[in-house]
């Protein structure tokens, strides 16, 4: 088996081959799609070909791996060797490539599907998209504090009220100018967001796991499809555990020798976007009643609202696993709630609105309805308060063992 190393930029990438234990430069490789075709049909499909995480792997892996046996992506955070190396040349970052998998230490990187790979696009435009929009409030609003206006009292400042109030603030004509300007910019990123949004929610119409992914309280449609963006295929991880880790929400360890371990902040490893709209779903879920509320006013009790947060985002992440591995909707949902995201996923993929008719969605509508749900599960939430309420943190080992000899004596 021949190993080839790929160290790729934007214009050329250079190719190093591993065989028989000696190292041979196979040249420059320019990075167009039909240059590097031309490239890969030279290769043999018993080869493997290795390339490093960049912005345009995903489309080179594309191209390569129908004429080769396999194409590793390798995670460059965790290729120390080229990243401290003291001498560092292309060749050698591609020679170093393909010895690291031949010895088996390479890192490599999970290539998603097609349809996942397009869904990670959408969703990270949707988030740039909404970026920007809050980058221009911002904008507006550092304008209006540089001539001494007080804050806005109304919660959204481009909204109707919002701009009433901001057209009879007194500022320069030229930034006048400016608050306009950036009005129409931030019109224009609604359209665009619009549209994007409209082609997120026909995926999580055609997807029965975002569906049942919105079941979790604290969920709704960006969410779910944030977090299957990032998963993917939901069976390469063994366990939960592994998703947390794979998110970054496991806490780091460090520990030498015969020494106690110490845990401490979250690694934060892997897409941060997902594990940022855990967290943003977390306080949505400590708002709503049900054992996950519970939760977060244990944590916070004892360590703060804000690891309180980061704790409940980790029990999400493993709810999120056995919801999608079982196939099982969240076991404390609220139908009429539930009923009412789909219904609003449904308006922005573009169905109409039908007044004067009962939806799906119409239960949640009735107050009455409304309350016998919430005090369901706010019996749930009771119920976890009390099987918790005698559990202590747990100290070091050794000093539980120390006290388990001492009972025995």
Known sequence: MRIIGLDIHRAFAEAVAWEDGRLRRLGRVDMRRDLLDTFARKLSLDDVVVIEATGNASSAAAVVAPHVKKVVIA?????RIIAYAKIKTDTIDASVLAQLYASGFLPEVWIPDEPTQALRRQVTRRNQIVRQRSRLK??????LHSHLIPSRPHADLCGTKGRSWLSEQVVPQDERLAIDRHLREFDRLGEDLQVIERDLARSALADE???????IPGVDMTVALAMKAAIGDVSRF???QKLVSYLGLNPSVRQ?????????????????HARGMLVEAAWAAARAPGPLRAFFLRVRARR?????????????????WHLLMKGESYAWARPSLHAKKLRDVELKA?????????GAAHAYNIKSHREEERRWVEQAEGAYARFVAGWNPRGPRKARTDAANEVRR
Do not use: E, F
């Not at 573009?350 to 009962?358: C, E, H």
């Open 75 to 79: 995670n460059p955070k965790q290729v």
């Open 138 to 143: 911002n904008v507006i609003q550092s304008i």
């Open 209 to 215: 796991g975002v569906k049942r992914l919105m079941t």
């Open 238 to 240: 063994d366990d939960p």
């Open 256 to 272: 030498s020798g015969p020494g106690p371990a110490y845990h401490g902040r979250i690694t934060k490893q892997g897409r941060g």
């Open 304 to 320: 703060g609202q804000h690891v309180a947060a980061v704790a409940t985002a980790r029990k999400l992440a493993v709810v999120i």
């Open 350 to 358: 573009g169905s109409k609105a039908v007044r004067g008719q009962k």
